[in-house]
């Protein structure tokens, strides 16, 4: 399995209340999950007015393919006019995970979190 991680700051100029940050915000990230079936959540600054970090996540079988998608969020969020990508970070690595047999039970939580630990290198 390949896990893809991209995180953009993002600077929104135009925002003068929390209120139109999150619009900016929910349009970029509507936009992006819907063209690109990506998981994305915006993960910090969460209360500052004119500034954002999202995160773009998305899993496959083809390192090639992980890394053109994540290019393509990238670029699509750097022709936004409403906001300007100030920095960027991405990590795409390969995730061995053991085969879950028939009757054990998967915590997506868990399993979400661990995704997350070793696609940016923290591994345990």
Known sequence: MI???????LAI?????????????RS?????????????AETARL???????ISVACVGA?????AQTLDRVLDKAR???DCEVVSSQRRVGHLDLP????SETIDASALADELLRHAMGDQP
């Open 62 to 66: 083809d390192h090639r393919r992980i």
């Open 99 to 102: 085969e879950p047999d028939e």
């Open 3 to 9: 896990v893809g991680i991209l995180q953009l700051e």
């Open 13 to 25: 100029p135009g925002s003068a209340s929390l209120k139109d940050k999150r619009r900016v915000v």
């Open 28 to 40: 970029l990230k509507d936009r992006l999950h819907r063209e690109h079936l990506v998981a994305v």
């Open 47 to 53: 209360d500052a007015l004119t500034s954002a970090i």
């Open 79 to 81: 022709r936004r006019t």
